[in-house]
C-alpha cells in the first residue's frame, strides 16, 4: 500500500471521446508524474507536474494533458481516444526537496483504459 | 538516459538468492541504478537504487562493479510474493524524477 490511489481502476471508452483519469498523492508529496504500460510492456513517461506545473514531458501527442492540483492530486486527460490508448495509467507521486530529485516514487496501481 | 540490458527471464527456487543482472554499459558518471519491480496487475514498487558503492536495504543489495558498466540485484531468499517484473533504470536525478522503464526481467520463483 503505497498511498497513491487512482480513479477509477477500470473503464471503457468510445473511439473519440474524452477521459479523465484521476490521481491522489501520497500525503505530503509535491510531485505526480503519469505513465502509460501497453500489454507486455515497460510503462512509459507521459508527464509529470512538480507544485501544480508541468515539469517534463515524454513522446506523447498534445491530446494527452494533465493539471496538479493545490492538494497535489493531478488528472490525465485523453482527447479523442484512439484504440492504441488502451493501456493501464499509472500515477507516480514522490516528495522532491529543494536540493535534488534523487527521490523514490510510489506508484498506484493503476487505471485499466480500454478503448473500443 | 543510458540504456540498460536485461535477461528476459529467470527462475529462481524459493529460499534461494535471486540474482538478477543488468548491464549499462554506456551509464555516465552523474547517472544513478534504481531497481523497481512490478507484480501482476499492480503498480511498480521501488526497491533500492546506488551510485558506485554497494547498498543494501530491508529488501535486496546492489552490487555495482566498479567500473559501474553493470550491475547486480541481489534478493537474499527469495519468496513466492517475489515473483514479478524487475525493472534496472539509469536515470540522472537533475531536474525530474522521470523512470525510463525497459521490458524487465520476469523473475518466476517456484517452490
Known amino acids: 500500500e503505497t498511498g497513491v490511489t487512482q480513479s477509477p481502476t477500470h473503464l471503457i471508452k468510445t473511439r473519440g471521446q474524452q477521459v479523465t483519469l484521476r490521481c491522489s498523492s501520497q500525503?505530503?508529496?509535491?510531485?505526480v508524474s503519469w505513465y502509460q504500460q501497453a500489454l507486455g510492456q515497460g510503462p512509459q513517461f507521459i508527464f509529470q507536474?512538480?507544485?501544480?506545473?508541468?515539469?517534463g514531458r515524454g513522446n506523447f501527442p498534445p491530446r494527452f494533458s494533465g493539471l496538479q492540483f493545490p492538494n497535489y492530486s493531478s488528472e490525465l486527460n485523453v482527447n479523442a481516444l484512439e484504440l492504441d490508448d488502451s493501456a493501464l495509467y499509472l500515477c507516480?507521486?514522490?516528495?522532491?526537496?529543494?536540493?535534488?530529485?534523487?527521490?523514490?516514487?510510489?506508484f498506484g496501481q493503476g487505471t485499466r483504459l480500454t478503448v473500443v | 538516459d543510458a540504456k540498460t540490458t536485461q535477461p528476459t527471464s529467470m527462475d529462481c527456487a524459493e529460499g534461494r538468492a535471486a540474482n538478477l543482472p543488468c548491464n549499462h554499459s554506456?551509464?555516465?558518471?552523474?547517472?544513478?541504478v534504481y531497481w523497481y519491480r512490478q507484480i501482476h496487475s499492480q503498480g511498480p514498487q521501488y526497491i533500492i537504487h546506488g551510485l558506485k558503492n554497494n547498498e543494501t536495504n530491508e529488501m535486496a543489495s546492489l552490487i555495482i562493479t566498479e567500473d559501474r558498466k553493470s550491475s547486480t540485484l541481489i534478493l537474499p531468499h527469495a519468496t513466492l510474493r517475489d515473483t514479478a517484473v524487475y525493472y534496472c533504470?539509469?536515470?540522472?536525478?537533475?531536474?525530474?524524477?522521470?523512470?525510463?522503464f525497459g521490458t524487465g526481467t520476469r523473475l518466476q520463483v517456484f517452490p
Open positions: 507516480a507521486s514522490s516528495l522532491v526537496p529543494p536540493d535534488t530529485w534523487n527521490t523514490e516514487a510510489f
Open positions: 533504470i539509469v536515470r540522472v536525478p537533475y531536474n525530474t524524477d522521470k523512470l525510463i
Open positions: 554506456t551509464i555516465s558518471g552523474n547517472e544513478y
Open positions: 500525503s505530503g508529496h509535491n510531485t
Open positions: 507536474y512538480y507544485r501544480e506545473e508541468e515539469n
